[in-house]
T-cell receptor
């Protein structure tokens, strides 16, 4: 069966500090991977998605970036955090496009980031 | 007009009540519909998946899609305190090909013992 991991679970960082959040998926190959941010009252905001190693699509302009160095690893980064970067960050996966799969996405446990 | 509208609640019901959660959408190309349940400080988990119009039942949960009205519903029968969570609807127009999910903002449900 497939599992998705995220770490750390919680993080408190000062404004202007760097950020690195990691997501890994087990039990599947060539998944699509997603980073979302969830802020109170604002729903899920898609930040980045990736259909393969080194392939990143950005949905919103921001000071965050994403990378996919391995097939089942997805990293969210920032060089300098802003107060507005606080939120609940969720990684998700789905079976790759072109398969006979559904469009269902499966979420990780999330990372709660507080920028002070 | 937003692509997906969902009443944020909060919705509070007594234990045993029938709960109705709803989403409306504007894109007639949507044909794959999902409901996710999210407990506080946890990631969303898939609850129901339906394709096109009609009903789908799984235990106490029934998902209903009315494409002519662009309206989807999730019914919870005999609601339990453990059903207290935020419920997110999601949808897309594509199957197995390009297309990302569009999510509603979620409805917060509280079931009181």
């Amino acid at each position: 069966s497939q599992t998705i991991h995220q770490w750390p679970a919680t993080l408190v960082q000062p404004v202007g500090s760097p950020l690195s959040l990691e997501c890994t998926v087990e039990g599947t190959s060539n998944p699509n991977l997603y980073w979302y941010r969830q802020a109170a009252g604002r729903g899920l905001q898609l930040l980045f998605y990736s259909v393969g190693i080194g392939q990143i699509s950005s949905e919103v302009p921001q000071n965050l970036s994403a990378s996919r160095p391995q097939d089942r690893q997805f990293i969210l980064s920032s060089k300098k955090l802003l107060l507005s970067d606080s939120g609940f960050y969720l990684c998700a996966w789905r079976e790759g496009w072109g398969t006979t799969s559904t469009d269902t996405q499966y979420f990780g446990p999330g990372t709660r980031l507080t920028v002070l | 007009q937003k692509e997906v509208e969902q009443d944020p609640g909060p919705l509070s019901v007594p234990e045993g009540a029938i709960v109705s959660l709803n989403c409306t959408y504007s894109n007639s190309a949507f044909q794959y519909f999902m409901w996710y349940r999210q407990y506080s400080r946890k990631g969303p988990e898939l609850l129901m998946y339906t394709y096109s119009s009609g009903n789908k039942e799984d235990g106490r949960f029934t998902a209903q899609v009315d494409k002519s009205s662009k309206y989807i519903s999730l019914f919870i029968r005999d609601s339990q305190p453990s059903d207290s969570a935020t419920y997110l609807c999601a949808m897309t127009g594509y199957g197995g090909s390009q297309g990302n999910l569009i999510f509603g903002k979620g409805t917060k449900l509280s079931v009181k013992p």
